[in-house]
T-cell receptor, first 111, second 113 residues
Framework: GQSLEQPSEVTAVEGAIVQINCTYQ??????LSWYQQHDGGAPTFLSY????GLEETGRFSSFLSRSDSYGYLLLQELQMKDSASYFC????????????FGTGTRLQVFP | DGGITQSPKYLFRKEGQNVTLSCEQN?????MYWYRQDPGQGLRLIYY???????QKGDIAEGYSVSREKKESFPLTVTSAQKNPTAFYLC????????????FGEGSWLTVV
């Protein structure tokens, strides 16, 4: 089967740094994405890694190691508005963009 | 503004009834998707379409049907054959074979009473 493993919940305080890990086991691999979803809302795209290494976008960074089937999302200078669920997703097919999603990590940021 | 519009936002259905969720996009995207999300769960793919008049089953297609008669529209019908239809349904789209971002609508909450 195909699966993506993430921690179910992470807590942190404002201003801190938090890392959300994702390990995947899929039939194919053509990129790892991260999405943010606030309660009751639509998931929104955060970042994408197709190659090994670190991608930085403002306070958020994402890392990929294809040899380890592993990636992480790093959130720096946490703000209260970062409280949300974060999903990793793998594009497992060459000829489609359909994504396989992890079960999500709920991040709670405290003052 | 470009985006994906889902309707209705909230829908109640009696057991045994079919219901159709609307999804319209004006992003000129070729590919469209339907995902189901249960409380505290990830997103599971129901159906997807890469081009007009073509669609493929996802991981949990049983009890659902779709059509793709127009590029901008991808309605989902939840049939009475779906045993546990109460969930949050998300429609999404992407530029075909972008390998990157897919864009989501705001979702539709379906409750079976």
């Amino acid at each position: 089967g195909q699966s993506l493993e993430q921690p179910s919940e992470v807590t942190a305080v404002e201003g801190a740094i938090v890392q959300i890990n994702c390990t995947y086991q899929t039939s194919g691999f053509y990129g790892l994405s991260w999405y943010q979803q606030h309660d009751g809302g639509a998931p929104t795209f955060l970042s994408y890694n197709a190659l090994d290494g670190l991608e930085e976008t403002g306070r958020f960074s994402s890392f990929l190691s294809r040899s380890d089937s592993y990636g992480y999302l790093l959130l720096q200078e946490l703000q209260m508005k970062d409280s949300a669920s974060y999903f990793c997703a793998v594009r497992a097919s060459y000829n489609t963009d359909k994504l396989i999603f992890g079960t999500g990590t709920r991040l709670q940021v405290f003052p | 503004d470009g985006g994906i519009t889902q309707s209705p936002k909230y829908l109640f259905r009696k057991e045994g009834q079919n219901v159709t969720l609307s999804c319209e996009q004006n992003l000129n995207h070729d590919a469209m998707y339907w995902y189901r999300q249960d409380p505290g769960q990830g997103l599971r793919l129901i159906y997807y379409s890469q081009i007009v008049n073509d669609f493929q089953k996802g991981d949990i297609a049983e009890g659902y049907s779709v059509s793709r008669e127009k590029k901008e529209s991808f309605p989902l019908t939840v049939t009475s054959a779906q045993k546990n239809p109460t969930a949050f349904y998300l429609c999404a789209s992407s530029i075909r074979l972008s390998g990157n971002t897919i864009y989501f609508g705001e979702g539709s909450w379906l409750t079976v009473v």
